[in-house]
């Protein structure tokens, strides 16, 4: 069942139409919900409706889109950013906060757009490194109805061919890091400076075979991200890389991914430096299987639960339950970790009133994209290999192709 | 005024006292509000109570300190690792989320602790991820009694010797990897690989000059970062690394930090890749001089507001006011970026009632860490350096040394 072939051709960028196509849904959800406009301070909401991406900081953003308008309210040290974006038809900005007033803007750039009905992410501001300001109601001066919504949160969930196209890209450059995290291991090497220089070495490659075609998304670091921990490590699912050199019978669990135009994909692989014991070999071989029963589940139409509930079978059946830790697996997409969740409670969690999803989110879909992961912890060890996985309309895409077995993930001593 | 020489001797871990003194503070506040326990949900808080770090997503964590136990909730992924703690006297565990039920254990551990008058920093778990489930009080069976407070973000304000100590321990670390980065630069080469080299470089040698003393706290990755944005990036404040190679007569503006046992310094520096042109060294002049002018303000009581006031009356006075697109600067610690902000609205925000801060808030104290980086932006350049200051009984402390002057800052072609 492992894959060797990278997928044809793909894309760095998402086009125009995803934009368009974000924004007319968007436009019908206003319709229906006979609201104004639609409000939103999340950073990655914002990004995903007008392409314009920011650090969430204590400076709030605040989206507004009406049927005619797409208007933004920033601090000034954004404003020459949000105007490299053609869809942003108009840039309201305050100076700085505490000291600028950023709710005024955009109360005031609301009431210039007409708007006194609106539908938010949130009702105000979100309180990341200590905005402590008023909600949009408390600083509107006439008074303003705002119901909340999850319009977007829910739209990410289905991804489109374009977003999976940038998605299978992220894929090839996590493969390439991958590869080169593999081929730098060796006895005596640190562990953190190994996974620094293949990431250093599969972003070159990505820089220098994009070209232009490159979006570029980091801060002083590149691309690519490839790295492991190691040794006794591995036990912890989410362990530290320790500051010990590699040894001889170390088990590794790696994971690479590449930022494509805000884009990630999960690679995860179970390996050993040199030949592994008998114990070793036995929990990957248990591992490989429980990912393999868990991909085998996949489909469109299929109960989220089910997944979760077919390893959990399995790992009972060997009597390995103790040494499972979590659930299957998670969404990927613009956040490396979102929901759903493969998780045996997800269709109860659907069902609840409390929650804000539909019977009808309980069941895997056409465009989720998952990573499959189950792991096995025994008390010196960790086995976890992670694929990341599409559903299509009629069954499944392997979006990650490293090998998966275990010949291919022994990385021999000399 | 530019430093040359490094700190003398530092420390790579929090010592115990450290946790007995906050803990003992805790558990003054709980006397003090006549609550049975204090409550967190918030990673870092935990963290800082604690020594406990874990990342923060879906899966709730729940910490609760009486006076006379610390006990904490966690999925079950995390069992082992908050084992490894001695702080912790028990630990109770869901499966994972949502198939378990994280509030009902935590419920449960609250009754068991005969817990029933709570402080807590939020009503419930946070929304990261997609968490949806229910608050504290709606899990709970029986009555509980829950008011909000946000002691531990207060509390982090002031560092003491022993967390400033780690920071400096951090400024050695980027210092040398902003050596790296300046040393690695050279025309035609990519900004983002000269980065990762210099961050690799600099956490291999932290790692072995380090050994035993390290605190392992990076997945995948090196302690010490140092990167770049380069050319035209430059004039934004939060720009990005394109996929440009370095070309003679560029600006750099640069960042380096270390993690030491999850404390960060900041240093930036603005460069030249060969001598600058007029321009460049007429604004270089002017934004050390910003700079210098903030440091000169900085000092135990003063006024927060007062130090954004002073770059601004002289931007005023140079007719660059408009080339200013952001504050000072702002806290620096477990963040890399965390309040108090230095913001000419402080004062007012401390006075504000909707904030949680009381007038004496206002004003520097010694313990505050401050990242000084007032910046200058033109239509084709940025200017900005970043110092890591600290306010003491009578004055201050550099903690970062990188020299600030032109002649240090220029980079050779050849």
Known sequence: MARATPPGPTRTRLPERAF????????????????????????TSIEYLTGFDHIQTERPVVLAVTQDRLEITVPRLEVERAELNPRIDAIHH????????????????????????????????????????????????????????????????????????????????ANLGHRYLADFTTVGEHPATVSQRASMEASRAMLDTLGDRYVARTRGSGPVHAGYITGPQTSLPHGHTANRRLEAGDTLVTGASANVDGYYSELERTMFLGEPSDEQEHYFELMLEAQTIAIDALGPGVPISHVDDEVEAYFEEQGVSDLAQHHVGHNIGMAGHEPPYIDSGWGDHCNREATNYDP?????????????????????????????????????????YFPRDLESNIIDLE
Chains 1, 2 share one sequence.
Do not use: C, N
Request: aromatic share 8%.
């Open 20 to 43: 368009d196509e974000r924004l007319e849904r968007i436009r019908e959800r206003l319709a229906e919900a006979g609201v104004d406009a639609g409000v939103w301070f999340g950073a």
């Open 94 to 173: 305050y100076r700085d906060y505490p000291g600028g007033e950023p709710m005024a803007v955009a109360t005031t750039m609301l009431a210039d757009l007409e708007a006194h009905t609106l539908a938010a992410d949130a009702e105000g501001a979100p309180g990341t490194m200590g905005y402590q300001g008023p909600t949009l109601a408390e600083a509107a001066e006439v008074d303003i109805s705002i119901e909340t919504q999850d319009w977007v949160s829910r739209m990410r969930w289905e991804k489109t061919e374009d977003e999976l196209a940038l998605i299978r890209e992220s894929a090839r450059w």
């Open 360 to 400: 009808e989110d309980a069941e895997m879909a056409p465009g989720h994209v998952w990573t499959i992961e189950p792991g096995i912890y025994t008390e010196t060890d960790g086995y976890r290999h992670s694929d990341t996985i599409a559903i299509t309309d009629d069954g499944i895409e392997w979006v990650t």
